[in-house]
DNA sequence: CCCGTCGATGTAATCGATTCCACGAGCGCT
DNA sequence: AGCGCTCGTGGAATCGATTACATCGACGGG
């Protein structure tokens, strides 16, 4: 592969009027200019990226570290990084830590080694030694959908607990009291807060949320399945269930039919994080969305701000209900049925929240 | 952040001892060892990869250049390399092309310019200059899923022609004749394959696949919408439509369902590729199933091979069947509704093909 | 006409590793 | 005792870029 010593040597230049043309300095006559871009045209010469980067201290490279690929909330992510980042003029690599911290650590390490120029995460974990260092040692980062507490990293997130409320507001509307919710891991913050904030709801119209109706999960099917048996199995099972994400929803929906019950007619589902499939399913799921696409490029702003040494601030956005048909049907003959709605019933007003 | 100088000083050697203890060279004094050992602990002191991948002129980095991050069968694919590649010692970099050839060239050229050390590409079109050319240079490159004919490089795909055929004898059984495809791009080989395997499996049951029953569609979901309306506003619409890809098949039961039609009473549905989700649609889509794991595996050590200067060979894996319910009710009362089932029925003497 | 300035260019240092080569110490063998 | 090895080590070249600094010629103003 031709260096630029090759394309000086062919132009009949130094190596440093080379660099000059590729970077266009000012000071280059066009002679010396035309010459060049024909030597390097005729090379099919390309600067080392590698090179470059050690000597400029720049990789133009941002590192995504994801919880799991397969989850399509996270490929849309990280989809939406990646185009907000070569906008910006820089690469990603993606590592996927598959919900495991040693696999977390391992592509935070790589990319660190890597010299990247800014890292993106969503934890898995409530924050290995490793990851805390490289925040304190000044790796410019970001926090994405989830983070850690007490860095003083960015964190670019959607808030959902109003959509948390409208969706309670929706469940009661339709009769449901038992209710219950298939939990993320409690070391990430989604998997607490989403457990919390529909405790709240719950709160507000006087519903409870009993031990026996928080089944913990982890964020895959496997576990939405399990968790939803142990449900089904209960004396009294809950009335509904309320997947702390798109994977988990997917198991339970499995294990409801395992069991030759039917949705939402024996059991109604629920699930944060839509996904396109969730239209195609029978029946069609209501979920909670959050909107990735934005999310992932606030990130990806925030990312670029600190690296390039502006502030870089965190971001909330809103969540909002999208109701279809996995609670029952909504509202008779809904024209429009994969829609947002706002909740037509109000709590009973001794529990109303104030403001 | 620390360089190796700083731990040569630290532990009071030289550089080259230095490197020498961490590359594990046999020619080091257990004391120095340990002193540098402990300086690196000391100073937290990690190898900077990208002066390292200068001087060795390797990056163990292997690029992977996908059509489309957001269809579960790339990101499946993706993760099974990542897997491979990891075990084999190397790191993946993800370029999604989005089926588009300007993007893909960008990555393809951005992944050469960071000199990784091999390519895997699933191309979205007959050939990019630029790939032809890198083929030709001799950097180490496989092609997965995809490939681009008459340029001297592996390819790791699976055969579906078998598998058509099965679909095509489970459509032939339950009494389907008017067929329809709705193809992928012409320049993949992908998209070319699926239609003439299918059109050669019907040719065996006497049926014909005419030009209206050909809908071209580009992988994505919209043109399966577009595509299938087409197909319904014929005078005569065929009883079965049949998908080159999963998302596409997705816009294929949008359309359907939009015309208030129902899946598979009104009309038949296949895919090809087969998806987790696909089991949880309704109704659920009987699909072909590659081996998408495997593929990755396989191209991944077809890559390492090349890179290490072995052969590197091509290989190819059967897909299967996948019956569900989408083209009818495959047989009475059906047991077990998910899983690969041989065709019960042979066709017509006359036409079936020798051997 | 001379000197300062500016534009174009080349030389060489530098980034952080790896690795070839030389050197000195220690040891065994004759 | 002297020779030749091996072992451990350091010095320095090298990878391919960028860039500070030096140089040189041309040009314009006084």
């Given at each position: 592969?031709?260096?630029?010593?090759?394309?000086?040597?062919?132009?009949?230049?130094?190596?440093?009027?080379?660099?000059?043309?590729?970077?266009?300095h000012p000071s280059v006559s066009?002679?010396?200019?035309?010459?060049?871009?024909?030597?390097?045209?005729?090379?099919?010469?390309?600067?080392?990226?590698?090179?470059?980067?050690?000597?400029?201290?720049?990789?133009?490279?941002?590192?995504?570290?994801?919880?799991?690929?397969?989850?399509?909330?996270?490929?849309?992510?990280?989809?939406?990084?990646?185009?907000?980042?070569?906008?910006?003029?820089?690469?990603?690599?993606?590592?996927?830590?598959?919900?495991?911290?040693?696999?977390?650590?391992?592509?935070?390490?790589?990319?660190?080694?890597?010299?990247?120029?800014?890292?993106?995460?969503?934890?898995?974990?409530?924050?290995?030694?490793?990851?805390?260092?490289?925040?304190?040692?000044?790796?410019?980062?970001?926090?994405?959908?989830?983070?850690?507490?007490?860095?003083?990293?960015?964190?670019?997130?959607?808030?959902?607990?109003?959509?948390?409320?409208?969706?309670?507001?929706?469940?009661?509307?339709?009769?449901?009291?038992?209710?219950?919710?298939?939990?993320?891991?409690?070391?990430?913050?989604?998997?607490?807060?989403?457990?919390?904030?529909?405790?709240?709801?719950?709160?507000?119209?006087?519903?409870?949320?009993?031990?026996?109706?928080?089944?913990?999960?982890?964020?895959?099917?496997?576990?939405?399945?399990?968790?939803?048996?142990?449900?089904?199995?209960?004396?009294?099972?809950?009335?509904?269930?309320?997947?702390?994400?798109?994977?988990?929803?997917?198991?339970?929906?499995?294990?409801?039919?395992?069991?030759?019950?039917?949705?939402?007619?024996?059991?109604?589902?629920?699930?944060?994080?839509?996904?396109?499939?969730?239209?195609?399913?029978?029946?069609?799921?209501?979920?909670?969305?959050?909107?990735?696409?934005?999310?992932?490029?606030?990130?990806?702003?925030?990312?670029?701000?600190?690296?390039?040494?502006?502030?870089?601030?965190?971001?909330?956005?809103?969540?909002?209900?999208?109701?279809?048909?996995?609670?029952?049907?909504?509202?008779?003959a809904s024209p429009e049925p994969?829609?947002?709605?706002?909740?037509?019933?109000?709590?009973?007003?001794?529990?109303?929240?104030?403001?």
């Open positions: 592969m031709a260096s630029i010593k090759d394309v000086a040597a062919e132009a009949g230049v130094s190596v440093a009027t080379v660099s000059r043309v590729l970077n266009d066009a002679d010396a200019r035309t010459r060049v871009l024909a030597a390097v045209e005729s090379l099919g010469y390309r600067p080392n990226a590698v090179a470059r980067s050690l000597r400029t201290d720049q990789t133009h490279t941002l590192g995504l570290v994801i919880s799991d690929v397969m989850n399509p909330y996270f490929t849309e992510l990280a989809r939406s990084v990646e185009e907000e980042a070569r906008a910006l003029g820089y690469s990603v690599i993606i590592g996927n830590a598959d919900e495991r911290p040693d696999l977390q650590d391992h592509h935070v390490r790589n990319l660190l080694d890597r010299r990247i120029d800014g890292l993106l995460v969503s934890p898995t974990d409530g924050g290995s030694p490793l990851m805390l260092d490289a925040a304190r040692a000044g790796t410019p980062m970001v926090f994405v959908d989830r983070w850690i507490p007490g860095v003083g990293v960015p964190v670019v997130r959607s808030d959902g607990r109003a959509a948390v409320r409208d969706l309670v507001a929706h469940l009661y509307g339709l009769g449901h009291r038992r209710v219950a919710i298939i939990a993320g891991p409690a070391a990430t913050t989604t998997g607490r807060e989403r457990v919390e904030a529909f405790r709240e709801a719950l709160q507000e119209y006087g519903l409870g949320l009993p031990d026996a109706y928080i089944g913990q999960g982890d964020f895959q099917a496997e576990s939405g399945r399990r968790v939803t048996e142990g449900f089904l199995d209960l004396a009294e099972p809950p009335e509904v269930v309320f997947a702390a994400d798109n994977l988990m929803a997917l198991g339970a929906l499995d294990a409801v039919r395992a069991r030759g019950l039917r949705v939402p007619d024996d059991i109604a589902l629920a699930a944060f994080d839509d996904i396109p499939w969730f239209v195609h399913t029978d029946p069609p799921i209501t979920a909670i969305a959050q909107p990735t696409g934005e999310l992932g490029r606030a990130a990806v702003r925030a990312l670029a701000d600190r690296i390039e040494g502006r502030p870089g601030e965190s971001v909330t956005l809103p969540a909002r209900l999208v109701v279809r048909r996995s609670c029952g049907e909504p509202y008779p994969d829609s947002a709605q706002a909740p037509a019933v109000q709590p009973p007003a001794e529990n109303r929240s104030h403001r």
